[in-house]
């Protein structure tokens, strides 16, 4: 049996290794794909050779992430439960793809992932591989192996000579990619608990942020951010040169806890610095070149195309339809925003279009011929008329004691 392992080296895929190759006394391919991790994946593939894998793949998929999954959530303007910008989520279809790929290549007849059974990843790892290879053998060792904790794996790891990083004094788990860093489990798990003060990656606390504010411009083409304050750069570039702008002022950490797909609740910490001002900048973007009913439309739909990438459901033909919409009302979002960052705060300062549909002539207070205010009295009477009916006819009349 040869089996693809989706392999980041941190405590469950160093453990996976072994595990599958005593159970299912399996060829073991580690696959890890570079999404931006950057010094965590030094010296990786020797690791995984030494835990016993045959191969190691580590492929640099850094600008396919961010040009292709990224940036078409970002045109969505979707976010999960009105809050999480999905960075997790979003990197579980590029992995998968790729994994099933290299499946292929390598005349592999199984896929394993380190989710466990309780979390979303699962799901999001495996609607991929049978969206993308419907007969595929998938081995998911967490709902499979003895062990019943992390604690347990440390212990495991320790006997066998596996090297982690994880400790049972700090266990609590962390995924980080170009777009965001997460931070789950362990002392996370009372929802009551401030998280550690030393717990920050991407950005600084917004307390130790400097005193005087930063101001950026960023450039849109048709939806898609394609400068920082006018230098062009690639997808990664880009986002990678604003996590470390919006990170050095603060921005871009949530702490919440939210509706897992599988139906329990989950307390996460997420840093999505870039992101943060990437999505703020793109609806500042939106207001003033996109029509309203557009808007309001695309708007409605942001929470359906968010559960399509929180449930895992990336390649889906609900999610293609979406993005088909969403893509199409982008034909004119181009121009500039300028942004205030300060002390954990982004502001939208400024923002500028060859296709503005904002008309200073018609927003004005001061005298001008395009609008005729008497206009507005028959616009408010139509529109009571409704109104006026439900109360003179006593059926709008308040139920209850009063």
């Known amino acids: ?33 570079d999404l931006g991790q950057k010094e965590e994946l030094g010296g990786l593939d020797k690791k995984a050779l030494a835990t016993g894998a045959s191969k190691a793949y580590i492929e640099d998929l850094r600008e396919e992430f961010v040009r292709d999954y990224v ?7 979707a976010v999960y439960e009105g809050i999480y910008l999905m960075g997790t989520s979003i990197a579980r279809p590029l992995i ?24 979303n990843d699962q799901v999001r790892f ?50 980080r990619n170009a777009f965001h860093i997460s931070y789950e489990g362990g002392v996370l798990e009372d ?52 996590n470390e702008i919006a990170g050095a002022n603060g921005i871009g950490r949530i702490d919440i806890v939210e509706n897992r797909y599988v139906g329990m ?27 309203r009913e557009a808007l309001r439309l695309k708007d409605g739909l942001i929470p359906r195309y968010a559960e399509c990438v929180y449930y895992g459901f990336w390649f889906s033909p609900e999610r293609e339809l979406l993005q088909k919409l969403v893509d199409e009302s982008q034909e004119n979002v181009t121009g500039t925003v300028r942004l205030k960052l300060y002390k954990g705060t982004c502001q939208v300062v400024g923002r500028k279009s060859p296709y503005t549909l904002y008309n200073p ?42």
């Not at 870039?274 to 500042?284: K, N, P």
């Open 71 to 77: 940036f078409p959530m970002l045109r969505a303007d």
């Open 191 to 242: 929802p009551w608990a401030e998280p550690p003060a030393g717990m920050y990656t991407l950005m600084v606390p917004p307390e130790k942020a400097p005193d005087k504010p930063v101001y950026i411009e960023i450039e849109y083409e048709t939806g898609d951010p394609v400068a920082v304050d006018g230098k062009k750069l690639s997808p990664f570039k880009l986002l990678d040169k604003l």
């Open 265 to 291: 609740k989950s307390r996460g910490v997420y840093e999505t610095p870039g992101g943060t001002v990437l999505h703020i900048a793109h609806r500042a973007m939106e207001s003033i070149t996109m029509d």
């Open 1 to 33: 049996m040869k089996i693809v392992l989706a392999y980041s080296g941190g405590l469950d895929t160093s453990v996976i290794i072994k595990w599958l190759k005593e159970a299912y006394k399996a060829d073991v391919i580690a696959f890890c794909a």
């Open 361 to 402: 002539e018609l927003a004005t207070f001061e005298k001008e011929t395009l609008y005729d205010q008497k206009d507005a009295a028959g616009f408010i009477k139509l529109n009571a008329l409704r109104l006026k009916v439900l109360k003179q006819s006593g059926a709008g009349r308040p139920k209850g004691k009063h």
């Open 126 to 175: 495996e609607l991929t591989y049978y969206s993308l290879e419907p007969t595929i053998k998938v081995v998911a060792p967490w709902r499979e192996w003895p062990f019943a904790s992390r604690s347990d794996l440390i212990e495991y790891a320790s006997k066998n000579g596996i090297p982690v990083t994880a400790t049972k004094e700090k266990p609590y788990s962390t995924d």
């Open 96 to 119: 998968a793809k790729r994994q099933i790929e290299i499946a292929r290549a390598e005349g592999a007849n199984a896929v394993a992932h380190g989710a466990t059974g309780k979390g």
